[in-house]
């Protein structure tokens, strides 16, 4: 693991913004 970088990389907040950046793009494939 890269120890220079930040630990919390795999935090949930990570994950959620993650998650939210895919349902906008599947949101405007939608429209």
């Known amino acids: 693991m890269n120890t220079s970088k930040n630990p919390l990389n795999t935090s949930p907040v990570h994950v959620i913004g ?14």
Do not use: F, K, P
């Open 18 to 31: 993650a998650g939210m950046a895919g349902s906008e793009a599947a949101w405007q494939l939608a429209e």
